[in-house]
């Protein structure tokens, strides 16, 4: 049984920061890509970041644009975790995140933008950011 529970997410103020967590059970964490996706209200799922390692054991990262310089993700593979560090945050940022898994062990790294590269989801952390 593969879950994946985020957790981590709360209210804060327009430029305050929160670090998200998801931890990862039921899966060989170190064989998986990551990936965060957020869903604003009455908004569909978007790409927020992803995470995979490369052949030479080197770590790509990539970011939607509207986050770039602000959020950074990250893994733990000792802890079965991957993070999501956002700073700056802004009222746009508002919205529920979810983290996800993918299978695939060959997949360029901006084929992790598309949800439908994810096998494996979690159930999502809200943040709400006031202005």
């Known amino acids: 049984q593969v879950q994946l529970v985020e957790s981590g997410g709360g209210l804060v103020q327009a430029g305050d920061s929160l670090t998200l967590s998801c931890a990862a059970s039921?899966?060989?964490?170190?064989?998986?890509?990551m990936g965060w996706f957020r869903r604003a209200p009455g908004k569909g799922r978007e790409f927020v970041a992803a995470?995979?390692?490369?052949?030479?054991?080197?770590?790509?990262?990539d970011y939607q644009d509207s986050v770039k310089g602000r959020f950074t993700i990250s893994r733990d593979s000792a802890k079965n975790t991957v993070y999501l560090q956002t700073n700056s945050l802004k009222p746009e940022d508002t919205a529920v995140y979810y983290c996800?898994?993918?299978?695939?062990?060959?997949?360029?790294?901006?084929?992790?933008?598309?949800?439908?590269?994810?096998?494996?989801w979690g159930q999502g952390t809200q943040v709400t950011v006031s202005s």
């Open positions: 039921g899966l060989t964490f170190s064989s998986y890509n």
């Open positions: 995470i995979r390692l490369s052949g030479y054991n080197i770590l790509y990262k």
């Open positions: 996800a898994a993918s299978v695939h062990s060959f997949i360029a790294i901006q084929s992790l933008r598309t949800e439908n590269a994810y096998d494996y």
